[in-house]
């Protein structure tokens, strides 16, 4: 038995896993072509990099795979450089580019302009219609369950088939996917395809440092929090004493201001403390996780990790239809 296929643009990869774009410095070029190169769809994540830096890894992801395989760009519409970061995407012409943090109208007309697949980030039907009426190729639906910043409070399979109800476009469920059981209920319930950004921290192409890998190794159930970061929304990330700083209302002074935001509340810089967890001090800055990090507990290949997803789906498929013949 065969995971059905699913087909965005142009793009149609052997296996329906997406690897979630991460910043910072956590899906760059290594992480994004080793996913490509296993069959998935890989993502660089164009957040706390430079448009230069934007334009190396891109190039660099195209070099890793010579030219195979699908690699696009994570761009947030809450960063100052949004438009920068997408047009220089679009001229290095990736495969496809996907948003979150907000929806600007102009992003898919540059998508059109560029013939470059936009998808948009939600987490909720009304606003998959709407970006599916504004031209997105797809929608990835994320729930309560994803790392980082979170746009709602609701689990991934309840959001899920409210979504896969009202458009017509590929929808890729994202949010706690860790295992091939979670694939299989994610296509139960409509989803073309899926995202994965948690499973690929732990992995050994990852761009992360070891120390940040270690975090999810070590992770433990009630380690992960949510948090308010100055993008004005709610993070999960793993406890430590930045977490414990910030949570007491503290205002945390800062060196440099990289005016990155639209909107910030200045509590404290997020890119900073990001850019602490990517230097390895992972006690000092934010590591965001997933819901499920505490299930994690190897560091293994790109390839092992989506070769192991497929043989549990198929275990979970032919389980359940061993059960229907009895």
């Known amino acids: 038995m065969e995971l059905k296929k699913v087909k965005i643009g142009d793009m149609e990869p052997k296996f329906p896993i997406v690897q979630g774009g991460m910043g910072v410095g956590i899906s760059l070029s290594k992480l994004a072509a080793a996913v490509a190169d296993a069959g998935g769809i890989g993502t660089i994540s164009g957040t706390g990099i430079s448009v230069e830096e934007l334009r190396y890894h891109i190039r660099k992801a195209r070099e890793l795979t010579n030219n195979r395989g699908y690699i696009g760009v994570n761009v947030l519409f809450a960063m100052n450089d949004f438009a920068e970061k997408m047009k220089v995407a679009m001229e290095e012409k990736v495969d496809f580019i996907v948003s979150g943090a907000g929806i600007s109208r102009d992003m898919y007309a540059w998508g059109r302009e560029y013939d470059v697949p936009v998808i948009s980030i939600v987490s909720t039907a009304k606003l998959a219609r709407f970006s599916e009426r504004l031209g997105a190729a797809a929608v990835v639906v994320e729930g309560y369950e994803a790392g980082g910043h979170l746009g709602t409070e609701r689990p991934l399979f309840e959001i899920l088939p409210e979504v896969t109800s009202v458009v017509n476009i590929p929808v890729i469920a994202a949010g ?16 073309s395809g899926v995202q994965m950004g948690t499973r690929f921290v732990a992995s050994e192409e990852c761009d992360a440092p070891l120390a940040f890998k270690q975090k999810y190794i070590d992770a433990r159930k009630e380690d992960t929090v949510l948090v308010k970061t100055t993008v004005g929304l709610q993070g ?47 006690e000092n800055g934010l590591v965001f996780s997933g819901a499920r990090v505490h299930e994690i507990k190897q560091i293994l290949p790109v390839k092992q990790i989506i070769e192991k997803i497929i043989a549990e789906w198929q275990s979970f498929v032919e389980g359940e239809a061993s059960l229907y013949q009895i």
């Not at 990155?260 to 509590?267: A, D, G, V, W």
């Open 176 to 191: 706690g996917i860790l295992t091939g059981e979670d694939v299989a209920e994610a296509f139960r319930l409509g989803a």
């Open 236 to 282: 999960r990330a793993i406890q430590n004493r930045f977490i414990e700083k910030i949570s007491e209302g503290n205002k945390l002074k800062i060196a440099k201001c990289y005016d990155c935001l639209k909107n910030c509340s200045y509590q404290f810089c997020t890119l900073d403390s990001l850019f602490k967890s990517l230097e390895g001090d992972v």
